[in-house]
């Protein structure tokens, strides 16, 4: 019987893990926020009053086992004059299939049969309304996932609107799990929005299956300016309750000059160095190595079979 591993993300970082963890004999619970407010799936959001479907899309594709040509139209965005213009071809569907269903879930699960998903995709909640909300280091309250990525600015605090009603399925799958990963992504938008809840907090207090962080390569504009692994890690930890991170997988790869230089001067980001003593000091195992791929669009990626062999191996220790 496989072991159950839970992870927790949103956008582009957990759809990336998931390419290559699927490939490995585990049962993977995705559990995916569902605040994002910007493009298509903002648009959606407005128009039909519905939970963020965007991130959920990358999701599904990537442990989608259909051929490419069909992933590359669900990630297909329409570039035109019309209502149509920057939606992805994937949001719709999804989109489409809820106004059916009246259900997320549901439309997950009938849109990962189609596309041939052997692993379950979750929402954190189907509420249609929620709403992230960040306290700036200045005391400015920002409304919005979007807006909150885009004010670049560092967060104090990182909350909801209202409380989410989170689903039960994902608080199972929490009690069953044998790992839980908090995905490498946005530590503001897509990790913390899946923390905050407090039912998923009084989970993560029971459960007794390792909390695995994997993190970022590089740091975000305004939000983790200057983070080393260790403050990545700690900035989870008081977000988190009585447990905390027992194990960070983190890149030890030399970043050419070259590189790092043309993402100092690009998107203002700087690789996330290893500060070993601290991360001693916090009390969390390390597992280091070498993981950054440079993509065919010339942009630093974690190398997702090689990750997801690191996670495997842990995961089989026992």
């Known amino acids: 019987m496989y072991k159950k591993v839970v992870v927790?993300?949103?956008?582009?970082?957990?759809?990336?893990?998931?390419?290559?963890?699927?490939?490995?004999?585990?049962d993977i619970t995705a559990v995916i926020t569902v605040s994002d407010n910007g493009r298509s799936t903002g648009k959606l959001r407005q128009e039909f009053h519905t939970p963020a479907v965007g991130d959920i899309r990358k999701v599904i594709t990537n442990l989608s086992q259909i051929d490419e040509p069909i992933k590359d139209m669900m990630s297909y965005r329409f570039h035109t004059s019309s209502d149509l213009d920057g939606h992805a071809v994937g949001n719709l569907i999804l989109t489409a299939m809820l106004d059916i269903t009246g259900s997320l879930k549901e439309s997950?699960?009938?849109?990962?049969?189609?596309?041939?998903?052997?692993?379950?995709?979750?929402?954190?909640?189907?509420?249609?309304?929620?709403?992230?909300?960040g306290l700036d280091e200045d005391g400015n309250v920002i409304e919005g996932e979007e807006e909150i990525t885009f004010a670049h600015r560092k967060m104090n605090k990182i909350y909801y609107k209202t409380e989410p009603k989170v689903l039960p399925e994902v608080i199972q799958a929490i009690n069953e799990a044998d790992l839980i990963i908090f995905s490498m992504g946005s530590l503001y938008t897509s990790i913390l929005p899946n923390v905050i809840c407090k039912e998923v907090e009084k989970a993560l207090n029971k459960t007794k299956a390792p909390l695995m962080y994997i993190c970022n390569i590089v740091t975000q504009p305004g939000e983790t300016d200057h983070f080393s692994v260790g403050d990545h890690v700690k900035l989870l930890n008081n977000y988190l309750d009585k447990r905390k991170i027992d194990v960070v997988i983190a890149s030890n790869t030399k970043i050419s000059a070259e590189m790092a230089k043309k993402y100092e001067t690009k998107e203002q980001k700087d690789p996330v160095l290893i500060d070993y003593k601290e991360i001693e000091k916090i009390g969390v195992e390390l597992i280091e190595d070498d993981l950054i791929i440079i993509d065919d669009d010339n942009t630093l990626k974690h190398n997702s079979l090689k990750l997801s062999s690191l996670i495997f191996s842990y995961l089989m220790r026992d």
């Open 108 to 133: 997950i699960k009938h849109l990962s049969k189609l596309l041939d998903v052997r692993h379950t995709v979750l929402p954190i909640s189907e509420d249609s309304d929620l709403t992230l909300m």
């Open 8 to 26: 927790f993300g949103g956008g582009t970082g957990i759809s990336y893990l998931l390419k290559g963890l699927k490939d490995f004999p585990v």
